[in-house]
């Protein structure tokens, strides 16, 4: 029996169609997939597909719109073998990587996608980005998913969701992951790199949590950031968590001022997350003084995490309502092959 997949449209330019006299953009209608993207019956699968009551702008995806995905997964998962989420590019990352957490031993591909041009655009990569990511989610060994976790899949290349930033808005090649490799490669063939695929062990079932808390806050840090500033974010009511972006591999200026508000909002019970502004490499507190510093007072680091998967986990974290005296060092634990 072919592997049956669920194409979920949540919105973005993916789902877009521009009308080829007055060039305006309307919402593709999915039910006419396969008519439209003639190419999808070449496939060994078959694809149903559901979408939002009203397809959401990616720049106003919020956690509620996670929850509606998981949701989803959770209601079809019995039934399909595979999931492809369609999104808008600009908090793809986000999204991924926020469901990577919610979806605890997940043993079937969940792979986004999207598009930088509409479906209907002439030069659009929307039909290549949506083949494979459909392909992908059906690849099997023996009836066995190949790809047992939340995946991000554009220009030829598949990664780890909770790996992934957003670092072009003007090329094909709109994501990296420059902390972890692809985790496929696709040309003449999809090569897969099998050694790095999360393998779900578990014998526990498929779990979905729905709780996330939204009462965390980002500050980057830059060289005149004022006390006034930081003091703000760190007295927003009900703020519980915060992550401090800082330089390098988690260096902070070592201002009285910086160091005593960090201390103040730790005792207050306050997390305070340290993840790095660079691209590439991680947070490594005990390399230098200044980072050892906030090591000192109790900073959680997020290694070589994204800000968006340190975001996400913490929103997830705060959901579950793990105990303060746990929550350091599962932050600081590899979940869904976050951290390296």
């Known amino acids: 029996m072919n592997p049956q997949i669920l194409l979920i449209y949540t919105g973005g330019t993916i789902g877009m169609i521009k009308d080829p006299v007055t060039a305006s953009l309307h919402v593709f209608d999915f039910t006419y997939l396969l008519e439209k993207i003639p190419e999808i019956n070449l496939l060994d699968c078959s694809i149903d597909n559901i979408s939002f009551e009203t397809p959401i702008d990616s720049s106003n995806i919020n956690p509620s719109h996670w929850i509606e995905i998981a949701r989803i997964i959770e209601q079809k998962y019995a039934v399909y073998d595979g999931f492809v989420v369609l999104h808008g590019s600009d908090t793809m990352s986000y999204s991924a990587s926020a469901l990577s957490f919610m979806l605890e031993n997940l043993s079937k591909p969940v792979i986004f996608t999207g598009s930088q041009l509409p479906i209907g655009d002439l030069r659009t990569d929307a039909k290549e980005n949506l083949i494979t990511a459909i392909q992908i989610a059906a690849l ?62 578990s014998k526990a079932s498929f779990c979905v949590h729905k709780e996330l808390d939204d009462n965390v806050a980002l500050v980057k840090l830059f060289p005149g950031i004022s006390q006034t500033v930081l003091s703000a974010i760190l007295e927003i009511p009900k703020l519980k968590a915060v992550i401090i972006e800082t330089y390098g591999s988690g260096n902070a200026f070592t201002y009285h001022w910086f160091l005593q508000a960090i201390k103040e909002a730790i005792e207050k019970g306050i997390y305070v997350v340290n993840v790095t502004q660079c691209a590439g490499g991680g947070v490594q507190m005990n390399q230098y003084h200044t980072g050892k510093l906030l090591e000192e007072l109790g900073v959680i680091s997020a290694k070589d995490m994204t800000t968006e998967s340190a975001l996400t986990k913490l929103m997830y974290m705060l959901g579950l309502k793990i105990s303060r005296k746990m929550f350091k060092t599962v932050f600081e634990s590899d979940l869904r092959g976050e951290i390296s």
């Open 140 to 201: 099997q060994n023996n009836n066995k998913a190949i790809i047992n976790e939340v995946g991000l899949y554009f220009e030829y290349k598949l990664y780890r969701g909770n790996r992934t930033t957003k670092i072009n808005a003007d090329y094909f090649e709109a994501f990296s992951s420059l902390n972890f490799p692809a985790l496929l490669t696709s040309g003449v063939h999809l090569n897969i790199n099998h050694e790095i695929l999360l393998k779900n062990y």
